[in-house]
């Protein structure tokens, strides 16, 4: 079946450290990829997506390519600030359908 | 505001006792669904619905009824609660099949004890 792993969690970096979280996944066909963030007491956002091979997503600072030939989808950012502390999803979703594949989470905490 | 409203936000119960969770959406979105979060699972699809009157089991349906009536609504309805269904629940809308964004309310942290 289809299904999404990411690295274990939790992280904890310093203020200004890279930052890498590793994502797999596994589906029949070719989905659209996701990165959602959940900051603490909240629901979930969108933070970037990539729809086909290739593509790159970007948005406040963090970037995830769309690799299919390793079947991954790493989130980076190259500075991260204390702000950035949150839970990190990656997710998969086929064309045609609205349901959401869901990896496990990265909770992420950065220290001044 | 754009927004996905759920309530409560927090609910403490017992087994047996039957609950509600309420969910609305002001963006006139077809699509609607319940997640339910738990560590190490990430989120999992409870239920769906494609439009009024159509609803369809997500992964993990079983102990769960859902309803919609009215478009803006989506109550996720909890008969006979048990412990194993103490969770975090999302719900989420969209405006429909093609869409890439999925906008989450805030979430409701059950305990059933």
């Known amino acids: 079946g289809n299904s999404v792993t990411q690295m274990e969690g939790p992280v904890t970096l310093s203020e200004e450290a890279f930052l890498t979280i590793n994502c797999t996944y596994t589906?029949?066909?070719?989905?659209?990829l996701f990165w959602y963030v959940q900051y603490p007491g909240e629901g979930l956002q969108l933070l970037l997506k990539?729809?086909?091979?290739?593509d790159k997503g970007s948005n406040k600072g963090f970037e995830a390519t769309y690799r299919k030939e390793t079947t991954s989808f790493h989130l980076e950012k190259g500075s991260v600030q204390v702000s950035d502390s949150a839970v990190y999803f990656c997710?998969?979703?086929?064309?045609?359908?609205?349901?959401?594949?869901f990896g496990q989470g990265t909770r992420l905490t950065i220290n001044p | 505001e754009a927004q996905v409203t759920q309530n409560p936000r927090y609910l403490i119960t017992v087994t047996g006792k039957k609950l509600t969770v309420t969910c609305s959406q002001n963006?006139?979105?077809?699509?609607m669904s319940w997640y339910r979060q738990d560590p190490g699972l990430g989120l999992r699809q409870i239920y769906y619905?494609?439009?009024?009157?159509?609803?369809d089991k997500g992964d993990v349906p079983e102990g769960y009824k859902v309803s919609r009536k009215e478009k803006r609504n989506f109550p996720l309805i909890l008969e006979s609660p048990s412990p194993n269904q103490t969770s975090l629940y999302f719900c989420?809308?969209?405006?429909?099949?093609?869409?890439?964004?999925?906008?989450f309310g805030p979430g409701t942290r059950l305990t059933v004890l």
């Open positions: 989420a809308s969209s405006p429909g099949t093609n869409t890439d964004t999925q906008y």
């Open positions: 589906a029949t066909g070719y989905p659209s």
């Open positions: 990539a729809t086909k091979a290739d």
């Open positions: 997710a998969l979703r086929f064309w045609g359908a609205q349901k959401l594949v």
């Open positions: 963006m006139n979105h077809e699509y």
């Open positions: 619905s494609m439009n009024v009157e159509v609803t």
